[in-house]
């Protein structure tokens, strides 16, 4: 089994920057994929980024140009640096993992969520 353990989110004013991060711990090295999802209210989840162990990286049209996804594998942590924040990035963040099996999808281990809002 693998933990996950976000933080680093919180309320910033549109046009402000924030960083997710978010730990993994356990049977890290089952692990391929690691990345965030993020669900508004009334939304469904979405995708916003990956990043597999190699460092390929998928990014939501969305977020491109504003959010970069990195990754430690040495302190099994990926880490999200968003900018340029707007109202409608407003949303529950879960980190997610996926094992090898998933080749670069996450979806086999969910952390439990941090709250970013964008609002002046």
């Known amino acids: 089994q693998v933990q996950l353990v976000e933080s680093g989110g919180g309320l910033v004013q549109p046009g402000g920057s924030l960083r997710l991060s978010c730990a993994a711990s356990?049977?890290?090295?089952?692990?391929?994929?690691m990345g965030w999802y993020r669900q508004a209210p009334g939304k469904q989840r979405e995708l916003v980024a990956s990043?597999?162990?190699?460092?390929?990286?998928n990014y939501v049209d969305s977020v491109k140009d504003r959010f970069t996804i990195s990754r430690s594998n040495a302190k099994d942590t990926v880490y999200m640096q968003m900018s340029s924040l707007k109202p409608e990035d407003t949303a529950v963040y879960y980190c997610?993992?996926?094992?090898?099996?998933?080749?670069?999808?996450?979806?086999?281990?969910w952390g439990r969520g941090t709250q970013v809002t964008v609002s002046s």
């Open positions: 997610s993992a996926g094992n090898f099996a998933r080749y670069n999808q996450l979806g086999d281990y």
């Open positions: 356990g049977n890290v090295f089952s692990i391929n994929a």
């Open positions: 990043i597999t162990r190699i460092g390929s990286t």
